[in-house]
């Protein structure tokens, strides 16, 4: 007998979506629900999973979903997004893709995505709602705040930390133990050498 597998439901449907349905089929334990989006375009699918409607159509379904991924690349709204899902009770749901290494000490919040060749390494501590794209490595100790964005290749050497919100875009390197702050970008290609802070 095939083993149950959680029902999550996908909030997002563009890129970052289609992403975040690959990763769940390719987890042993999970499988799409539905995919809803705040702007559901008539007819629209994501690998093949058509779009249901918008946030009416998941409370219709609560009841045959186990947890919910919010697949929205822009960090403040994927953050306001998994808030009201929050306050409506549903289970915000960690996706890792079954490529990528994700050491046993570390600690990975709710909703969190990570992608496949990322490697999260001993004791880092990666908030709710964060995204670790592609290939992108976190390092040991390294803290990721609340729906940051590590994008794909991107390097957190370590003891590294990235605040709330904050993006560092692909393939840029924070030296170890710089601190990347709340809402900060990270230029992609770029070394982040000294701490990221407003104004510098
Ligand atoms: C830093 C960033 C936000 C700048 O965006 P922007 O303000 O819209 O900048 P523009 O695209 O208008 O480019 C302005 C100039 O900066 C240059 N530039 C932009 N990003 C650059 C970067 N990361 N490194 C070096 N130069 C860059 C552009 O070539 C352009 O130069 P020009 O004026 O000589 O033509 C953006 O380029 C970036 O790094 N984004 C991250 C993307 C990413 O990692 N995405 C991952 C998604 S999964």
Redesign the pocket.
């Known amino acids: 007998m095939e083993k149950h597998k959680r029902q999550i439901a996908v909030f997002g449907a563009g890129g970052?979506g289609k992403v975040v349905v690959d990763a769940i089929e390719r987890n042993d334990g999970l499988a799409v629900a539905c995919v809803v989006d705040d702007n559901p375009q008539p007819g629209s699918a994501v690998l093949g999973l058509v779009v249901v409607g918008g946030r009416d159509a998941l409370l219709a379904r609560r009841g045959d979903i186990d947890g919910v991924i919010v697949a929205i690349?822009d960090n403040r709204t994927r953050m306001e997004v998994a808030g009201w899902l929050g306050a409506q009770g549903f289970v915000l749901q960690r996706v890792v893709h079954p490529m990528a290494v994700v050491a046993p000490s570390a600690t990975i919040g709710a909703g969190v995505l990570i992608m496949p060749g990322a490697v999260v390494n001993a004791e880092a501590r990666i908030g709710a709602n964060a995204?670790i794209?592609?290939g992108a490595v976190v390092e040991h100790d390294c803290e990721v705040g609340e729906a940051a964005?590590v994008?794909?290749g991107?390097v957190l050497c370590g003891g590294a930390c990235v605040g709330t919100c904050a993006?560092?875009?692909?393939?840029?390197v924070v030296l170890p133990g710089v601190k990347v702050g709340p809402a900060q970008?990270?230029?992609?290609?770029?070394v982040a050498a000294r701490n990221v802070e407003q104004g510098n």
């Open positions: 970052h690349g995204i794209n592609t964005h994008a794909p991107a993006f560092v875009g692909a393939g840029a970008l990270v230029k992609a290609g770029t």
